[in-house]
């Protein structure tokens, strides 16, 4: 059973242009949700996370929106670069309890220049 | 900070024979480890939780009698992948977290190859 959906399961998009990766979640006992990027044959990166008692986290060019009541949250790359092609992944995290990640299926980005 | 250095980045071997795969955290004492596999285009799977002295905890489905885990220090988990066949072949990821409420940093993988 898929803890935490991610959509969509591919993204092209223009540099310069705003990217956006949407995941949903059921379990509220999750507290913790961060994003990773990941290149080929690299190991993810922590990229941005974000705790339940905020709805916005900004670094950079890099924004997460977090909808408690929909149990929604995303991560919007804004100006994108080609730089930026790569996989992201969400995932959740109950910090409080069992402690593991869970991970969504992830999302190819390419930014075309 | 909060480096997680992962060896071998690519092994390849023949069927048949036992893999080793070292994950080290760098600048900080990890008191768990993780474990996960990554095919092709695909999520990262949990394989296992290895807190540093005990016993690893594995997901269901994971052979713990193959996928052997050792954490005998705060800074150092081993995987061997016991008589290693071409199904095994994956990348291996793992990961470290200083304690309970805090992020798992991430090494490099290890992309495994048996032939």
């Known amino acids: 059973q898929q803890q935490v959906k991610q959509s969509p399961q591919s993204l092209i998009v223009q540099k310069g242009g705003i990217s956006i990766i949407n995941c949903a979640y059921e379990?509220?006992?999750?507290?913790?949700f961060p994003w990773y990027q990941q290149f080929p044959g690299k190991g993810p990166a922590l990229l941005i996370a974000?705790?339940?008692?905020?709805s916005e986290k900004k670094e950079g060019r890099f924004t997460i929106s977090f909808n408690k009541s929909a149990k929604q949250f995303s991560l919007h790359i804004m100006d994108s670069q080609p730089g930026d092609s790569a996989t992201y992944f969400c995932a959740a995290d109950n910090q409080t309890g069992a402690n593991n990640l869970f991970f969504g299926t992830g999302t190819r980005l390419t930014v075309i220049p | 900070g909060a480096v997680v250095s992962q060896h071998p980045s690519w092994v390849i071997c023949k069927s048949g024979t036992s893999v080793k795969i070292e994950c080290r955290s760098l600048?900080?004492?990890?008191?768990?480890m993780f474990w996960y596999r990554q095919f092709p285009k695909q999520s990262l799977m949990l394989m296992a939780t290895s807190n540093e002295g005990s016993k690893a905890t594995y997901e269901q489905g994971v052979e713990k009698d193959k996928f052997l885990i050792n954490h005998a220090s705060l800074t150092l988990s081993t995987l061997t992948v016991t008589s290693a066949h071409p199904e095994d072949s994956s990348f291996y990821i793992c990961s470290a977290r200083v304690g309970g409420g805090k992020p798992q940093h991430f090494g490099d993988g290890t992309r495994l190859s048996i032939l």
């Open positions: 974000i705790r339940p008692d905020v």
């Open positions: 379990n509220t006992a999750f507290d913790y």
């Open positions: 600048d900080f004492q990890a008191t768990t």
